[in-house]
Each structure stands twice: as C-alpha cells, then as structure tokens.
C-alpha cells in the first residue's frame, strides 16, 4: 500500500504542478462563465425547442465540470511547494490580510457552487420556490469567482489574462442589464414576440 502512496506521489511531484493549478484555475473559471452565461440565457427565451434542451444540458453538465476542476485546482496547492498550502487553509479560510481574502474567496466559490448544484439535483425534494432562491447563489459564485482569479491570480495582468476577465465580466454585466429591463413586462412580451415572429 505504501509503495503505491509513493509511487502516486513520485508521478504527482514531476508533474508541473504549478502550472496545472493556474490553468485548472482558469478553466474552472471559464466553465463557470459558460453555465452562469447559459443559465441567464435560458429564461429570456431566445433559444427554444431541441435547442433549448442541448443549452439546458450544456448548462448543467459545465458546472458540475466547473466544480470537479476547482477542486483538482484547490488540491493541487496541497502537493505544490510554489505557495505550500495545507489542507486546513484549503478548505477552512482564514482572512486576517488581503491575500488569504483573495483566497477564501475561491474556497467560498467552491461551497457556493456545490450548494447550487446540489440544490438543482435536489430540485424535486426541494420544491422551485426554495430551489429558485438558492440557484441566486449562483451569481454570488461568479463574482467571487471573477474576483478571486483577478485578484489572486499570476496571469491577470498578462494581455490574455486581462482579456478573458473583461470578455466574461463583460458578458455576465451584460446578461445582467437584459434580465433587469426584461423584468419590466411590456418589454418581455415585445420579445417574446419577436422570437415567436422569426420561428
Ligand atoms: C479550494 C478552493 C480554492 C483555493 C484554495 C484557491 C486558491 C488559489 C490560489 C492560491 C491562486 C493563486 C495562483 C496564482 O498565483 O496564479 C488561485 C488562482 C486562481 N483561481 Fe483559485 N482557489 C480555489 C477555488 C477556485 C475556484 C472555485 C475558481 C473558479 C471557479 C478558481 C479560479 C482561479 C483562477 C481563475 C485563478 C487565477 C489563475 C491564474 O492567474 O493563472 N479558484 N486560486
């Protein structure tokens, strides 16, 4: 048993670890952005039928996905000497300086998203009314999301970095503004017509 722990540890430890936790970051981040992207579009009607349901899929299957690699994202920092984290400060937080904040806001992430998704398998059990009111945690997950990766993030500042936060950000702002102004009832109804129209 021993020898397998050392053997799992040896193929771990020549692994670039370091480079795998940033991009496990960053792709957690944009899985993140694709599901809070596709679930805001859901409700605005503007894709209906077979394709709704493949967007319904697509929505569901990215943030369990987003989930899975945060925290492949999270354990790698157990095993990497860059930036020794422990177990305790991965998945208990403290906050006591600015960088650990920028941290805890990725650990907080975590348990957002894993409330959010086990809410929405949960849905039945739950009712929509609870499920509905939880599935706003959602949004809570993004920001901490977006800031945790601005603020905590090696690659931010990189032109890359700073284009994939503005584009994603941007969208997410975006989406937002619409689902405020379709709030408003004569709005959504003019396109609901709209859509009904072109199909
Ligand atoms: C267990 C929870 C988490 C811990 C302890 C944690 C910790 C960290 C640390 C220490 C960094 C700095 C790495 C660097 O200097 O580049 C970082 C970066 C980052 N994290 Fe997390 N994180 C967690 C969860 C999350 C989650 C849930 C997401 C997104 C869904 C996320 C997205 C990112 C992104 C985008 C970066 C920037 C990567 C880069 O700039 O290369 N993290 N995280």
Known sequence: MNTIFNMFTDIVLSLPTWELI???GLTAYILLFFTTAMGMLLPLNLVTGPTKAVVTIAHQLSGWLALTIALVHGLLLMIDRT???SWTAVFFPSWTNGRELSYA???VTLYLLLIVLLSSDLAPVLGKKLWKKIHF???LAFVF???HGVWAGTD?????GTAIYASTGGIIFVLTVLHVLLRRK???QSVKRAVQQKN
């Open 145 to 147: 999301a977006f800031v």
């Open 83 to 85: 930036m020794p984290f």
């Open 22 to 24: 940033r991009s496990f």
């Open 156 to 160: 931010t500042l990189t032109t890359w």
């Open 186 to 188: 004569p709005l959504q």
């Open 137 to 139: 945690f959602s949004y």
């Open 105 to 107: 806001l990725g650990v």
